[in-house]
């Protein structure tokens, strides 16, 4: 059985951009003219903005309505990230499903719909793949991992096919979820393969920064913050030999894959797009289609440049894009010029109007791209198309460290686990008052300022739990935003706290076999399957509680990962979790079926040990 966690292709259809869910306005309307008002309600505010990839601006309140509004464009129809300022401390939209999935920034995700026609990214009437969610052991890592694998349509009609393979890495402090998330891999792939203009593939989307789930380790001098302490290089390396020793072992170990050179591809989307080309010239033996977006590489790679005839017989095709407007634009501009002048074929592709460094860019690339991985007739006809590189004018942006220093500087820790304590903070120099409230807390907890602006509080108590919580500052609710972990609540989402040394931790179970879960959300349902051959005897309907959804069950109250523990401890016997219990698909009448219910408990940690008991106690 496969260890994974499934999530429905069709997941976003229900995830409307934003809804008018809590209260009774909307947070985003688009106008006729192509401009989008947007709407906040925050009566402790004084003073908000609100900042979208593609403008910002200052809102103004409504003596009327107390709706802090403002109206911006005319914007081309597309995903946006964006967020309200509220005295300077970063909001996401609490009336918004759509997040970005990040390790750092909090953004809700705006989806202009295209007036006529359609986006490459639309979530049309089309077959849909599944996506999947991993946890895989890695050995050169010394700990877990996790990827993400989309299957196409048709993999679980026709057994006996396989399918090539493309490895796609996302940017700096992006999390494996935001090609799937911002980028919708899934949903161009499907769309193209529905219109006869894609090959049929699996795509893997690994975590591009793993270091940051295990132990820290020291960073080194002028490390930036955004590669986790590393320099690129050394990132890459890291990624490379987990991708090539662990995570390709495990997806041609778990799935129907060709396993070849000429049936595999890599690339990725800035730091995925140095990952991912670096890895791939350094094991053409493994790769031969590469694709780079927004991103360069190492110029001085042994066997490759000094080496055209060969290099070019073994790349079938070496797909290169980026914006003029993008800060990489003079770094990838001279890269693709090394490739021209040293015999190196390649395809290059450039945009003017898509603000730059963005997933606009990163989908309209990989729309282009996609359309020609792993159809070598079409592929060659692009490679001997290809144009040389932009002619340099001397006025490029070139990226150094300096660059990366301020696009990502190096952000406060939180929560920061140490000598049996946990300590939160957030950098919120211009707040009055912080406050932190915790399900696991009586009352909400000050916060105490410090001199370089960073508001802390120590907590002793529940250090090892899992438990949800948040800040208020000046009464105004917010995510830690450097806290990578959102808890999947209903309207406003509040971050989670995973202890290092909670039993149920990823990293603590270490090489055992996990199981998956598979959301329905056509059905709004999420089911666990156990990770052994021997079948399920009972199953046991977890309730999500009237805030929750049934992502919560596993997201905050890691009840597949209790499961998987106790069973690899033989301390319970194979069981399914189902979140709904009128779930259609469960059919077995040789179950027996239990029942617990989230809205019985004050808290996960109570909803936890109500799930342990049940499990160990199963007959």
């Known amino acids: 059985m496969k260890n994974v966690i499934k999530v429905a292709a069709l997941m976003l259809l229900v995830c409307l951009p934003c809804s008018a869910q809590q209260g009774d306005y909307k947070s ?161 792939l499907d769309n193209l393969i529905a219109e006869g203009k894609a090959k049929e593939m699996i795509v893997v989307l690994p975590y591009g920064n793993p270091t940051k789930l295990l132990p820290p380790a020291p960073a080194p001098a002028g490390g930036f913050g955004g590669f986790g302490g590393m320099g690129m290089g050394m990132m890459r390396d890291v990624v490379g030999d987990d991708i090539t020793g662990d995570l390709m072992n495990y997806v041609e170990s778990h799935y129907r894959t060709i396993n070849d050179r000429d049936h595999r591809g890599i690339g990725g989307f800035s730091r995925g797009g140095n990952q991912g080309l670096g890895i791939g010239l350094r094991n053409l033996d493994k790769f031969s289609y590469l694709c780079s977006y927004s991103s360069f590489t190492a ?74 991985l792993f159809n070598p007739e079409a592929s060659e006809e692009a490679m001997k198309n290809g144009k040389p590189a932009m002619a340099r004018t001397g006025q490029e942006q070139q990226f150094t460290g300096a660059t990366m220093a301020r696009l990502f500087p190096r952000q406060v820790t939180s929560p920061d686990y140490a000598d049996g304590k946990v300590t939160f903070r957030i950098n919120a120099p211009e707040a009055q008052k912080v406050m932190m409230e915790s399900e696991l807390l009586s009352a909400p907890v000050a916060l105490t300022k410090g001199d370089d602006g960073v508001w802390s509080v120590t907590l002793t108590d529940n250090v090892n739990e899992v438990f949800k919580y948040c800040f208020v500052v000046d009464g105004t609710k917010i995510a830690d935003p450097t806290n990578m972990y959102l808890s999947p609540d209903k309207g406003f ?104 219910k989230a809205s019985d408990y004050k808290t996960w940690k109570e909803r936890r040990a109500a799930l342990e008991k049940l499990l160990t106690n199963l007959k």
């Open 493 to 596: 989402k509040y971050s989670i706290a995973y202890a290092p040394a909670n039993p149920f931790n990823v990293q603590q179970l270490g090489n055992i076999k996990f199981g998956r879960v598979t959301y329905d959300l056509n059905q709004n349902n999420a089911t666990y399957d156990p990770p052994i051959n021997e079948p399920a005897k009972a199953a046991i309907f977890l309730v999500p509680g009237k805030d929750d959804t049934i992502e919560s069950w596993f997201k905050v109250g890691g009840a597949n990962l209790m499961e998987d523990k106790l069973l690899a401890q033989g301390k319970t016997k194979p069981c399914l979790l189902i979140s709904d219990p009128n779930a259609g698909n469960v059919t077995k009448s040789d179950l027996k079926f239990y029942t617990l």
């Open 28 to 188: 985003a309307i688009f106008n006729a003219d192509g401009t989008v008002t947007f709407q906040y309600k925050n009566d402790n505010a004084k003073s908000v903005r609100v900042e979208a990839q593609f403008a910002n601006g200052d809102m103004k309140k409504d003596s009327k309505t107390g709706l802090w509004t403002v109206t911006l464009g005319p914007v081309a129809p597309d995903m946006y990230p964006y967020c309200f300022n509220v005295d300077g401390v970063s909001v996401m939209d609490p009336k918004c499903d759509l997040y970005f999935p990040n390790e750092g920034f909090k953004n809700s995700l705006l989806e202009i719909p295209a007036k006529t026609g359609s986006l490459a990214h639309d979530i049309k009437k089309v077959p849909h793949g599944l996506v999947e969610y991993i946890h895989y052991y890695s050995n050169s890592l010394k700990g877990v991992n996790n990827a993400i694998v989309y299957l196409p349509p048709k993999y679980n009609t026709d057994k006996n096919k396989k399918y090539p393979v493309f490895y796609l890495l996302s940017g700096t402090t992006d999390t494996e979820e935001v090609y799937y998330k911002v980028g919708r891999v899934n949903y161009i």
């Open 299 to 372: 110029t001085e790679i042994p066997g490759v440049y000094d080496n055209a005839a060969d290099t070019n017989k073994k790349i079938h095709l070496f797909w290169l894009g980026v914006g003029t407007d993008d800060f990489l634009f003079g770094n990838a501009r001279d890269y693709m010029e090394h490739l021209d002048t040293h015999g190196i074929r390649s395809v290059k592709e450039f945009t003017h109007d898509k603000f730059g460094h963005t997933w606009m860019n990163a989908k309209y690339f990989l729309d282009k791209s996609l359309r020609l």
